[in-house]
């Protein structure tokens, strides 16, 4: 493959992945951070800005994720997750060993109907419905918390494998879609090797590991989506041939296998929620605020179908029509408006993702000094364990904000519009009408980055 | 290399131009009084616009529990108890938009209790809107010139 580095050729890398203690190490780590989380969540002061678990959770977590883990390292939080830990070790029976024999299930077949990311995007849209309140309240934080580990290890009881992760967990979906920009990558160095291998040890498992338990065959892995990268096939492969690489930016954009709608509806979700966050906790609108808190439940009610609707309806529909525009003008009269549709929205994953980086860079910066003092005193009990308690709230860098904002929406949509040309030309007779295609998408990238830059920055 | 680059050089001249160039002040600089109540979760008003150089003379008040006014980018930091009033006084020297947030825990939207002090003319938004619209037309301009370069 082109332009990729590979990381595994170091041995020290290499013996370190496939030390089988390496993941459930990490695991143990986060296990206890999220632990204590639930506990500041549930028994600590109500005042979110003093309480471990939203200071930690929803800024720092945050942050790591959106802003390093997913644009640089892909899954790499699926890696240290302690979400599906518990399910995971159960069904194994086993933390560290690989233990012979099945894994412990009841052995029910996933349905085929939901081998896809619905779920995530509904599951996600029904948590962002409730987001002002879930931010803001330690104790609903610890809930929400407590559902997730509770739901994964629920379905680890029923079905094999990391089904939560898959199909279920909220989070999970974004982060597979994102990660396809993502500078790092698992893949096969020779697919003929996985061809010809016919034990498949990977997908089966030996006695060095288990097998894929994100359900995937590395052979076929194209795109990073559903590797979750847990590092067991570098463990269980027998041909040396699992390598983790180095790679551009974006690389898995114009990957054509694996485009789906569920996914194009998740890349347009996203987009629309990063600019209604925007809108809803960083504007000035305090009547939204109030409506988004619930303050009445008809008021609620209100803010929550307008935001579905925004979500599902209006934004898709612009798209649909952008979409049905791009088709016209980049003579695809052969494929449907729906492929087309599919196919361009993957150019709203840098778009969507550069948002929700600028989004979450003006509330970072700003609260981040908080999580000097809750380090101290994470209950809000009057603890102060390193002596940072009193630590002021200072807004970090206030003035660099905008200017960092501007720069990544303009990359963004540069970058964007630079990946729709591309996409289109997968599919355009000619280099001109792959040029005309991408005007309609431009114009809709447009539109979105100059409303990002209207809230950010204007009155 | 030099072929494909040369198209852009007259947009990044005019880029440094729309980021760079000074722009004149037009109105003529006033004092301005403004009573700002805070409550929970909002300012009311909720947005300020005056002009650049103008004096600006707030009076601010909390409605129901104690609140804070820091202002970005002005490095004001003021707190107000209900009852009581504070004067805050400075000169609209930067343009642009700066938000002022509480700055003392108030409740459960605390974080998000936010309003905006907009310095006219915001030149940070326009130049930002003019270099947005450079950007689209000089990647569809390369685009054109340079239809399988960016294929790669
Ligand atoms: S998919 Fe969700 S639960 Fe699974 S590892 Fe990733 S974030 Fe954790
Ligand atoms: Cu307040």
């Known amino acids: 493959m082109q332009n990729r580095f590979e990381l595994t050729q170091y041995r020290w890398v290499k013996t370190m992945l496939q030390w089988r203690g390496f993941q459930p190490t990490l695991l143990l780590i ?5 632990v204590f989380a639930m506990l500041t969540g549930f ?5 979110g800005s003093h309480n471990f678990a939203i200071i930690f959770v929803w800024i720092v977590w945050w942050a790591l994720l959106i802003i390093v883990m997913v644009p640089f390292f892909a899954r790499l939080w699926c890696t240290v997750c302690p979400i599906p830990a518990p399910g995971e070790w159960l069904q194994r029976r086993a933390v560290i060993r690989r233990k012979p ?23 996600f849209l029904a948590m962002a419905m409730f987001s002002t309140i879930i931010l803001t309240r330690p104790a609903v934080s610890a809930w929400v918390l407590l559902a ?5 290890v629920g379905l680890s009881v029923v079905y094999e494998n990391r089904i939560f992760c898959r199909y279920v967990c909220p989070v999970g979906g974004f982060i597979g879609l994102y990660s396809l920009t993502s500078t790092l990558e698992l893949r096969v160095k020779d697919a003929q090797v996985c061809k010809d291998h016919t034990t498949k040890d990977c997908v089966t498992g030996n006695e060095n590991g288990y097998g894929c338990p994100w359900l995937v065959f590395p052979g076929k892995l194209e795109r990073n989506t559903c590797c979750g990268l847990c590092t067991a096939c570098l463990t269980t492969c027998t041909q040396d041939n699992i390598g983790i690489n180095l790679r551009p930016f974006g690389a898995d954009l114009l990957v054509e296998k694996g485009r789906s709608l569920d996914e194009a509806f998740k890349a347009l979700i996203m987009l629309a929620c990063a600019l209604l966050y925007s809108a809803v906790l960083l504007g000035p609108w305090g009547w939204v605020k109030d409506w988004a808190n619930m303050d009445t439940l008809p008021h609620w009610a209100v803010y929550a179908v307008s935001f579905i609707a925004i979500n599902l309806l209006a934004l898709p ?14 003579g695809l009269k052969n494929v449907s408006v729906k492929k087309v549709f599919v196919d361009v929205a993957y150019s709203l994953v840098p778009m969507g993702l550069i948002g929700w980086i600028a989004f979450s860079f003006s509330f970072v910066f700003v609260n981040g000094s908080y999580a000097l003092s809750v380090l101290s005193d994470p209950f809000g009990w009057g603890w102060n364990l390193f002596g940072t308690r009193n630590f002021p709230w200072t807004p970090f860098l206030p003035d660099v904000v905008a200017g960092l904002q501007i720069l990544l929406l303009l990359a963004g949509l540069i970058y964007s519009i630079v990946i729709v040309y591309r996409i289109i030309r997968q599919r355009a007779a000619t280099d001109a009408l792959a040029w005309r295609g991408a005007l309609p998408v431009a114009g809709f990238l447009t539109a979105v980055t100059f409303t ?5 920055l204007a009155g | 290399m030099k072929r494909r680059v040369a198209p852009l050089i007259p947009f990044l001249v005019l880029a440094l131009v729309i980021a760079l160039a000074p722009v004149p002040v037009m109105a003529e600089p006033t004092t301005r009084h403004i009573t700002v109540t805070a409550s929970q979760f909002a300012y009311n008003p909720p947005v300020l616009r005056v002009n650049r150089g103008d004096r600006i003379i707030i009076t601010l008040q909390a409605a129901d529990v104690m609140h804070g006014f820091y202002l970005d980018g002005y490095g004001i930091n003021e707190q107000v108890e209900p009852g009581q009033t504070r004067r805050i006084e400075f000169v609209a020297d930067r343009t642009g938009k700066f938000r002022y947030r509480c700055s003392v825990s108030c409740g459960p939207l605390h974080p998000f209790m936010i309003g905006e002090l907009v310095v ?3 030149l940070t938004f326009a130049r930002a809107v003019g270099l947005m619209g450079l950007a689209v037309a000089g990647t569809f301009v390369y685009l054109r010139k340079n239809p399988a370069a960016a294929l790669k």
């Open chain 1, 101 to 123: 024999g099945k894994l412990h299930t009841l052995r029910r077949r996933w349905p085929r109907k939901l081998r896809n990311i619905w779920l995530q995007n509904f599951g």
């Open chain 1, 317 to 330: 529909g612009i798209f649909w029509l952008t979409a049905a525009a791009t088709r016209k003008l980049a």
């Open chain 2, 120 to 122: 006219e003319p915001n």
């Open chain 1, 148 to 152: 997730m580990i509770l739901a994964a």
């Open chain 1, 43 to 47: 028994f600590g002061t109500p005042a």
């Open chain 1, 452 to 456: 990002f830059l209207r809230l950010y």
């Open chain 1, 30 to 34: 986060t296990l206890f951070f999220f």
